[in-house]
């Protein structure tokens, strides 16, 4: 049956701010995977940068010694060469966590606020943000 005018407010502004916390979940999740796998190319790109005499131009001893425009360029290079096959890793690795931890599953449905009766974890349906007692066989996608 339909939940009341205000009630139905209530449980969707609960709802929603679950369903928000779970976004902000999944999203510092992959920004952490992305962060760490991507580091040797934000390092590669950051030296070949700094110490590229048209970009930043550091002062810094191993730029004068040991990295020239040469170098510079070819870290740059190698730097955004690497990018692509890491940031498949990176990909993989999320899809790959987010389906164990079955982060997509926590999202509710806004027809929990407006019916009364619904619960927060159907049958079928297991992830860690549901009630006990759900059946865990159930995948996220296939």
């Known amino acids: 049956e339909p939940r009341s005018p205000w009630c139905c407010l209530a449980w969707t502004l609960v709802i929603g701010t679950m369903n928000s916390l779970v976004f902000l979940l999944n999203l510092l999740l992959m920004l952490v995977i992305f962060t760490v796998v991507l580091l040797p190319t934000i390092v590669v790109v950051y030296f070949g940068f700094q110490c590229h005499s048209q970009v ?22 190698l730097g955004f060469v690497i990018m692509s096959p890491l940031l498949v890793v990176a990909m993989a690795i999320y ?5 164990r931890l079955r982060l997509l599953m926590c999202f509710q449905p806004y027809s929990l606020a407006v ?4 619960r927060w974890c159907r049958r079928g349906e297991g ?9 865990t066989q ?5």
């Open 56 to 77: 930043l131009h550091s002062s810094a001893r191993y730029c004068k010694s040991i990295l020239d425009d040469n170098s510079s360029s070819a870290l740059i290079i």
């Open 95 to 99: 899809c790959s966590l987010a389906r």
């Open 115 to 118: 019916y009364k009766g619904g």
């Open 127 to 135: 992830a860690p943000c549901c009630a006990r007692g759900c059946n």
């Open 138 to 142: 159930l995948k996220a996608w296939v």
